[in-house]
């Protein structure tokens, strides 16, 4: 089978999946959504679909890998336009097009690079820049100039003719004007962001910047600090003016377990002031992206089947595996904030769940199928991405993943809506798939709530949403409604899991449990174990397809937590989970005849994360044992 049939069978079973979902998201319209693409705000919320990760040739790492992907060519991408990929020429379209997108690219020489190619650009008149120039098409002449900007980052030390205040505002409104140019209220919207690049020793530290409707003058880099907290305190300053923004971390999975630590970066055991500031400068957390999951890992929750999913272990730029600590997954964040909590009255890691695609190629690859790799001409050919030699990060390419895709419930398309759900959490990620998801947490939900006609205003009324904390109520267990529909255009839904957090009173450690709270094709659970049978697998490996013919296009359930205690602080989270779907990796070996290498997964399932809801018992703060400091990348 060639690529050209591949691509229409695969059509073929979209639009057959389309049809099949007119009653669904018919109901959809029933449960929160009327008339979604009416433009007019919904005070019951819709959910709208986006990303907010990714670069284009603006971001000197992309630039050096042969990218020269406009901000012009990420967002006709992103509004569904066929754009053409700068490496290979090969012309793209997404499928299903984005409601909102946020480029990101990096504060470091942010748009700078892209200069050295413009003849009538000063910057272009020296041997650095045009061997960075020449080092687009030959990655080999081009490799000692790039291992300088590297050095640069590492050491922390800008090359100043590269870093002037003049050339980063003067690229910065550039980048605003391109913005507003393509911002549609109430139909697509594009928001204000950088990446700001802290990486000690590829000890990821990331984290992007958002503003909602006025912006900096300038980005804030890591030449300018490399410690949150300086940032932090750039954010105050911002707000002060009335500038309002936040900033989301990513990939903890890399950060050598320094992301979410119990001691402040670099520094000691955390104080009160930290905490705070952290958890106000930070609502959300990247769960995924292209270089692996944040969310769990197999080593710390070997009783989760599903942690396996999606794992990139290697620092960024080093052949070194990163320590996969508590400080480095998300599960284990939440349970270190409420720990600390008990003690300095602040939870750091309060955070709601988005998802990127930290792709370096200029446009947002959520698609398997459609996936042509996110980082130049590192993966931009199956050939490349299938090939076993190692690559980015020291890592095999075909370790990376396609994009996630983050979802926000909001009143309206537009930078206000989003950015105020954004802030207020309620949003979730995905691994690429359009799931919608709603969940809320409140005190004796009925039982029926889900198939009320007024399910959303009801939850609303009686509860919160993801990303909120429970009302104080003494004695009852809570209650979570859940409700979540399949994206129409990928796999049916496996099963509604509700993940349980919260941190062992005597020493802080991490404790979780996984609910499964509603699952397809009336399976039963084991009599002795309690553990739900595997939904099926119907991927035909060889042809790279797939039927819908086992799991459910919904899923809902109203469930009380069975082991609450009324004294112990959690926090509670849903992941959704589909079918297996074929992976990129077998997509492209069944274009091209090429195996995929040991050890990659040929198929995926596909998953949402919810934003949390936390619920915090009264209980006056005590001492307890701190960790000692975490040692430091450098030592």
Same mark, same amino acid.
């Given at each position: &089978?060639?690529?050209?049939?591949? !691509?229409?069978?695969?059509?073929?079973?979209?639009?057959?999946?389309?049809?099949?979902?007119?009653?669904?998201?018919?109901?959809?319209?029933?449960?929160?959504?009327?008339?979604?693409?009416?433009?007019?705000?919904?005070?019951?919320?819709?959910?709208?679909?986006?990303? $907010?990760? &990714? /670069?284009?040739?603006?971001?000197?790492?992309?630039?050096?890998?042969?990218?020269?992907?406009? @901000?012009?060519?990420?967002?006709?991408?992103?509004?569904?336009? =066929?754009?053409?990929?700068?490496?290979?020429?090969?012309?793209?379209?997404?499928?299903?097009?984005?409601?909102?997108?946020?480029?990101?690219? /990096?504060?470091?020489?942010?748009?700078?690079?892209?200069?050295?190619?413009?003849?009538?650009?000063?910057?272009?008149?020296?041997?650095?820049?045009?061997?960075?120039?020449?080092?687009?098409?030959?990655?080999?002449?081009?490799?000692?100039?790039?291992?300088?900007?590297?050095?640069?980052?590492?050491?922390?030390?800008?090359?100043?003719?590269?870093?002037?205040?003049?050339?980063?505002?003067?690229?910065?409104?550039?980048?605003?004007?391109?913005?507003?140019? /393509?911002? $549609?209220?109430?139909?697509?919207?594009?928001?204000?962001?950088?990446? %700001?690049?802290?990486?000690?020793?590829?000890?990821?530290? /990331?984290?992007?910047?958002?503003?909602?409707?006025?912006?900096?003058?300038?980005?804030?880099?890591?030449?300018?600090?490399?410690?949150?907290?300086?940032?932090?305190?750039?954010?105050?300053?911002?707000?002060?003016?009335?500038?309002?923004?936040?900033?989301?971390?990513?990939?903890?999975?890399?950060?050598?377990?320094?992301?979410?630590?119990?001691? =402040?970066?670099?520094? *000691?055991?955390?104080?009160?002031?930290?905490?705070?500031?952290?958890?106000?400068?930070?609502?959300?957390?990247?769960?995924?992206?292209?270089?692996?999951?944040?969310?769990?890992?197999?080593?710390?929750?070997?009783?989760?089947?599903?942690?396996?999913?999606?794992?990139?272990?290697?620092?960024?730029?080093?052949?070194?595996?990163?320590?996969?600590?508590?400080?480095?997954?998300?599960?284990?964040?939440?349970?270190?904030?409420?720990?600390? $909590?008990?003690?300095?009255?602040?939870?750091?890691?309060?955070?709601?769940?988005?998802?990127?695609?930290?792709?370096?190629?200029?446009?947002?690859?959520?698609?398997?199928?459609?996936?042509?790799?996110?980082?130049?001409?590192?993966?931009?050919?199956?050939?490349?991405?299938?090939?076993?030699?190692?690559?980015?990060?020291?890592?095999?390419?075909?370790?990376?993943?396609?994009?996630?895709?983050?979802?926000?419930?909001?009143?309206?398309?537009?930078?206000?809506?989003?950015?105020?759900?954004?802030?207020?959490? $309620?949003?979730?990620?995905?691994?690429?798939?359009?799931?919608?998801?709603?969940?809320?947490?409140? %005190?004796?939900?009925?039982?029926?709530?889900?198939? +009320?006609?007024?399910?959303?205003?009801?939850?609303?009324?009686?509860?919160?949403?993801?990303?909120?904390?429970?009302?104080?109520?003494?004695?009852?267990?809570?209650?979570?409604?859940?409700? #979540?529909? !399949?994206?129409?255009?990928?796999?049916?839904?496996?099963?509604?899991?509700?993940?349980?957090?919260?941190?062992?009173?005597?020493?802080?450690?991490?404790?979780?449990?996984?609910?499964?709270?509603? @699952?397809?094709?009336?399976?039963?659970?084991?009599?002795?174990?309690?553990?739900?049978?595997?939904?099926?697998?119907?991927?035909?490996?060889?042809?790279?397809?797939?039927?819908?013919?086992?799991?459910?296009?919904?899923?809902?359930?109203? @469930?009380?937590?069975?082991?609450? +205690?009324?004294?112990?602080?959690?926090?509670?989270?849903?992941?959704?989970?589909?079918?297996?779907?074929?992976? @990129?990796?077998?997509?492209?070996?069944?274009?091209?005849?090429?195996?995929?290498? =040991? *050890?990659?997964?040929?198929?995926?399932?596909?998953?949402?994360?919810?934003?949390?809801?936390?619920?915090?018992?009264?209980?006056? #703060?005590?001492?307890?044992?701190?960790?000692?400091?975490?040692?430091?990348?450098?030592?």
């Amino acid at each position: &089978m060639n690529y050209s049939d591949l !691509k229409t069978l695969f059509s073929r079973c979209a639009l057959a999946a389309t049809v099949a979902m007119t009653t669904s998201f018919a109901l959809a319209d029933g449960l929160g959504e009327p008339g979604r693409d009416s433009g007019q705000p919904n005070p019951l919320k819709n959910v709208y679909f986006g990303e $907010e990760h &990714m /670069h284009t040739r603006n971001s000197f790492d992309a630039f050096t890998i042969g990218v020269n992907q406009t @901000w012009d060519d990420a967002y006709n991408y992103a509004k569904g336009k =066929e754009v053409k990929l700068s490496t290979t020429g090969e012309r793209m379209q997404n499928r299903t097009p984005y409601d909102f997108v946020a480029i990101t690219d /990096h504060a470091e020489y942010f748009g700078v690079l892209k200069e050295f190619s413009n003849p009538d650009s000063p910057l272009a008149d020296s041997d650095f820049a045009r061997g960075i120039v020449k080092g687009q098409t030959d990655p080999k002449a081009g490799g000692p100039f790039f291992k300088q900007l590297l050095a640069s980052l590492f050491a922390n030390e800008a090359m100043p003719e590269y870093s002037t205040r003049e050339l980063r505002t003067g690229m910065w409104q550039s980048f605003l004007d391109t913005a507003d140019k /393509h911002y $549609e209220p109430g139909k697509f919207t594009t928001l204000y962001g950088y990446e %700001w690049t802290s990486i000690p020793r590829g000890a990821n530290m /990331h984290r992007n910047v958002f503003f909602k409707d006025k912006a900096a003058d300038a980005p804030f880099s890591a030449f300018d600090s490399v410690l949150p907290k300086d940032l932090w305190t750039h954010l105050e300053g911002l707000r002060k003016q009335g500038i309002e923004v936040f900033a989301i971390p990513h990939n903890s999975n890399v950060s050598n377990g320094w992301m979410f630590s119990e001691n =402040e970066f670099l520094g *000691g055991p955390m104080s009160a002031e930290y905490a705070r500031r952290q958890a106000v400068n930070e609502p959300l957390f990247e769960i995924t992206q292209t270089k692996g999951q944040s969310d769990a890992h197999p080593a710390l929750s070997p009783n989760d089947e599903f942690a396996g999913f999606e794992l990139f272990d290697n620092l960024i730029n080093l052949p070194i595996q990163a320590d996969k600590s508590r400080g480095a997954f998300f599960r284990q964040a939440l349970a270190t904030g409420l720990y600390l $909590e008990k003690t300095l009255g602040h939870n750091p890691y309060k955070m709601g769940v988005v998802a990127g695609a930290d792709f370096h190629s200029g446009y947002q690859g959520n698609e398997e199928f459609g996936f042509n790799g996110g980082h130049g001409f590192v993966d931009d050919t199956p050939q490349k991405r299938l090939n076993p030699v190692p690559g980015l990060s020291g890592g095999v390419t075909a370790l990376l993943g396609s994009a996630g895709t983050t979802a926000v419930w909001a009143k309206e398309n537009t930078r206000e809506g989003i950015w105020n759900a954004m802030a207020s959490k $309620e949003t979730y990620g995905t691994s690429g798939t359009m799931i919608r998801l709603r969940f809320f947490g409140g %005190w004796k939900y009925p039982k029926g709530l889900v198939n +009320d006609k007024n399910f959303v205003a009801k939850a609303y009324k009686d509860g919160v949403p993801m990303g909120q904390d429970l009302p104080k109520k003494a004695g009852d267990a809570p209650t979570f409604a859940i409700w #979540a529909l !399949k994206d129409p255009e990928s796999g049916n839904l496996d099963r509604v899991q509700v993940i349980k957090v919260w941190a062992n009173p005597a020493n802080g450690l991490p404790m979780e449990k996984i609910y499964d709270v509603a @699952w397809s094709d009336n399976r039963k659970p084991d009599a002795k174990t309690g553990k739900l049978p595997p939904v099926g697998n119907t991927v035909d490996i060889k042809k790279a397809t797939y039927t819908n013919d086992i799991g459910d296009t919904q899923l809902s359930a109203v @469930w009380t937590d069975p082991d609450f +205690d009324t004294a112990t602080p959690a926090v509670y989270y849903v992941r959704v989970l589909e079918i297996p779907t074929p992976r @990129w990796s077998t997509y492209d070996s069944v274009k091209t005849g090429i195996p995929v290498p =040991e *050890g990659i997964p040929l198929t995926i399932q596909e998953r949402a994360w919810s934003s949390p809801i936390w619920y915090t018992a009264d209980q006056p #703060a005590s001492a307890v044992h701190h960790a000692a400091p975490m040692p430091h990348p450098d030592n």
